[in-house]
């Protein structure tokens, strides 16, 4: 029975160890990382600061430890709330299949598979203002049409089951058999399927720091350090690399365990 979900442990153990890897790392670093201390700026990588200081003298090993695990957090928030946002509507859309509720859930997801997502995000948050809880929001908005999509097909397979006409002929309510019989029965392939998401968010969650719509300064984050990295490159190399590494990181290890999750099917 353990060999059988080894795929899904493993991935599992990707994504929680980059987790706790991030927070530890936080914790553990001393250096605050707002602190700005002029007579140190723009140091270069040393036993004192490992990846040396950027023009305000903050320390870039403890910026990109608070940045990263900021941007992991949101994302990981951000795919949980899409995913539950889009099994219950995709729900919906797959039990009355046909219906103007299912006509109108599809369009949404199929506008929001059309239009670029950078286009929506930042006419969204030139609406809303920067920040981190609308950066928040803006990702869950635009992320849910994926596992909505997925849902819908497999209810238009399972609603057709015995066990759930057994169900309709005892009398349960739609929404009742939705939720406890329909939905779990497609929960594990969606989630599964979903994962594949949360490099996107990622990516984007780092994209909107970039354009300056992502967490206000001084919080650090890693797009707006690779954005002050890029802008000082030719004086300060360093700036931008420890931020680089740590993005690259957290795509590459939680695509890894999205394909190992997708390989496990």
């Known amino acids: 029975m353990l060999y059988k979900y080894r795929r899904l442990i493993i991935a599992s153990g990707i994504i929680a160890g980059l987790w706790l890897l991030f927070e530890v790392w936080a914790l553990i670093v001393s250096a605050s990382p707002t602190e700005v201390v002029l007579s140190e700026r723009l140091l270069n990588p040393s036993i004192e600061h490992w990846f040396g200081t950027d023009d305000l003298g903050r320390d870039i090993l403890s910026r990109t430890a608070y940045g990263a695990r900021l941007s992991f957090r949101v994302s990981i928030l951000a795919w ?51 920040g981190l809880e609308n950066a928040y929001l803006v990702l869950t908005f635009i992320a849910w049409a994926a596992p909505a999509r997925m849902t819908r097909i497999n209810v238009i397979k399972i609603k057709t089951q015995d066990y ?60 707006k350090m690779i954005v002050d990295g890029l802008s000082n490159l030719s004086l300060a190399w360093w700036i931008a690399l420890a931020p680089t590494f740590a993005l690259g990181l957290i795509c590459i290890s939680v695509n890894i365990a999205a394909r190992i999750l997708r390989n496990a099917t």
């Open 80 to 130: 949980f709330a899409s995913l539950s946002f889009g099994l219950f509507l995709g729900g919906i859309a797959g039990y009355w299949e046909g219906s103007w509720l299912d006509r109108t859930i599809s369009w949404c997801t199929g506008a929001l598979f059309i239009i670029p997502y950078m286009i929506i995000i930042i006419a969204a948050l030139s609406v809303l203002g920067p």
């Open 164 to 223: 759930i006409r057994a169900a309709h002929a005892m009398g349960f309510s739609p929404l009742s058999i939705i939720l406890k019989a329909i939905l779990p029965a497609v929960i594990p392939t969606v989630l599964i399927a979903s994962v594949g998401i949360l490099p996107e968010l990622i990516a984007l969650d780092a994209g909107l720091s970039f354009f300056g719509l992502g967490v206000r300064p001084p919080a650090p984050s890693l797009g």
